[in-house]
Antibody, heavy 124, light 110 residues
Framework: EVQLVESGGGLVQPGGSLRLSCAAS????????MTWVRQAPGKGLEWVSA????????YYAGSVKGRFTVSRDNSKNTLFLQMNSLRAEDTAVYYC?????????????????WGQGTLVTVSS | QSVLTQPPSASGTPGQRVTISCSGS????????VNWYQQLPGTAPKLLIY???QRPSGVPDRFSGSKSGTSASLAISGLQSDDEADYYC???????????FGTGTKVTVL
């Protein structure tokens, strides 16, 4: 059974940093691209970032490019999201999700398993 | 800032058929397949339809998807009370080089 467990969320001041983790199990982690999706309170889903199975290719939404960095440790089956220069509008539940393929981009991108999410609140 | 547009709400009585539209552009739906996700209240999203019209294992055949040009739609037939949820379309966008979600549609069973 695929399991994705996010951690690292919490309260941070504007301009601060936070690192999210997503521990994966139940599938071949290194063969699957991974993604972060966020959902602001009462709002819709917003894709944040993706990384290919090997970690060499990364993709970002325009709203976080230059501030967030996605990475992975395939030896520990863990996905990360380093978030810097946080803003109030980054407040959201952050979900990690598993892609159905190795590649992080393109026509056949889809997310077939999701974690339960971790809440990030940016406020003074 | 969603680039895929959905109606904010849809409703029907038990047993009815409900259809949700998703409007995009040549760079997303016009070029790539569409996925649909279901988000039940208080839970994480779940993949409902992929490759525009395919159902993952375990998804009832009451759910169906279609795509034409730069638009897609999700149909729910035989509406049930536990279909009350938010539904999102999504696709890769070649211009943005990123994945885009629709604005979301809340389905209510009357």
């Amino acid at each position: 059974e695929v399991q994705l467990v996010e951690s690292g969320g919490g309260l941070v001041q504007p301009g601060g940093s936070l690192r999210l983790s997503c521990a994966a199990s139940g599938f071949s982690f290194s063969n699957s691209a991974m993604t972060w999706v966020r959902q602001a309170p009462g709002k819709g889903l917003e894709w944040v970032s993706a990384i290919s199975g090997g970690g060499s290719n990364t993709y970002y939404a325009g709203s976080v490019k230059g501030r967030f960095t996605v990475s992975r440790d395939n030896s520990k089956n863990t996905l990360f999201l380093q978030m810097n220069s946080l803003r109030a509008e980054d407040t959201a539940v952050y979900y990690c999700a598993k892609h159905s393929s190795y590649y992080g981009s393109g026509n056949y991108v889809r997310f077939d398993s999701w974690g339960q999410g971790t809440l990030v609140t940016v406020s003074s | 800032q969603s680039v895929l547009t959905q109606p904010p709400s849809a409703s029907g009585t038990p047993g009815q058929r409900v259809t949700i539209s998703c409007s995009g552009s040549n760079s997303n739906i016009g070029s790539n397949t569409v996925n649909w996700y279901q988000q039940l209240p208080g839970t994480a999203p779940k993949l409902l339809i992929y490759n525009s019209n395919q159902r993952p294992s375990g998804v009832p055949d009451r759910f169906s998807g279609s795509k034409s040009g730069t638009s897609a739609s999700l149909a729910i037939s035989g509406l049930q009370s536990d279909d009350e949820a938010d539904y999102y379309c999504a696709a890769w966008d070649d211009s943005l080089n990123g994945y885009v979600f629709g604005t979301g549609t809340k389905v209510t069973v009357l």
